[in-house]
């Protein structure tokens, strides 16, 4: 459970950030202060609980999402294998084949079905241990490139981060939806520029990958390309944009978190290995 300190900014300062326009630059930078120091009551960004090396089979990891017990599902950038990492053991204890090699971006499993989405947005899906598969098709026009997937177990529905699209000159983000039971892609969560400015005033912010706080509902996005990650209510209202330490964050394009709250962030490694950092919830 998060501390009724932290609920209580969280719920309360976004309110008076909108309702209160005529607050100066100096107030807002004050807010925005006060809203990244109560969400470091749950994760201490600078500090992780651990950071693990992975093979070389990962050294371009590019997604990752909780599996069962202590593993992690695992993609990198190119092949088209599924690698089940054991971060106890510290050691791939499964690779599974499923597809041709591809620009492979994110990846979700949901029950013992795997979705791994290419930058695309197709999405290959298959369930660990039967003969099933499927394809997803998941393109955009709007859509240049797709860098995250995520679920929403609120909805059912996948969440899909646009890295870069067509209309970036609308001065938004967009992450989009897929709903399992229409079969049809919208647009759910638009992020307007002026919300992701960080404290050196700049704005990029290209969403890298995407995940769901099991017991918040909080929507997690990182941005591997302006060095962020923003967190959002699960009404889609902003909560905090929190600037990450570049030296400690090279190459950020994995999130996901296991049942009890804790959180994994993979990054490549710039030529080096590719690695994952834990950090426990506070509750």
Known sequence: MISSKTLTLLTFVPMSFFSCEHKNKKQEKAIQQEEVEALKLQYDFENPTQKITLPSSLQEISGLSFYKNNQLACINDEQGKVFIFDFVKK????????????????????GNEVFVLKSNGMINSFKIGEAFEREIDCSDPDVIEYEGLGYDPATGNLLLAAKQRVKDVDNKKMIYAYDFKRKVLFKSIAIPDEKLKGKDGKKMFRPSGIAVHPITQQVFIIASQGKKLLILSKDGAKEALVDLNPSLYIQPEGICFT??????????????DGYILEFDYKK
């Open 91 to 110: 050691e791939i204890s499964q690779t599974i084949p499923f597809g041709k090699k591809g620009d492979y971006e994110g990846v979700e499993v949901i």
């Open 259 to 272: 049942p009890d709250g804790n959180l994994f962030i993979s990054s490549e490694g710039d030529g080096g």
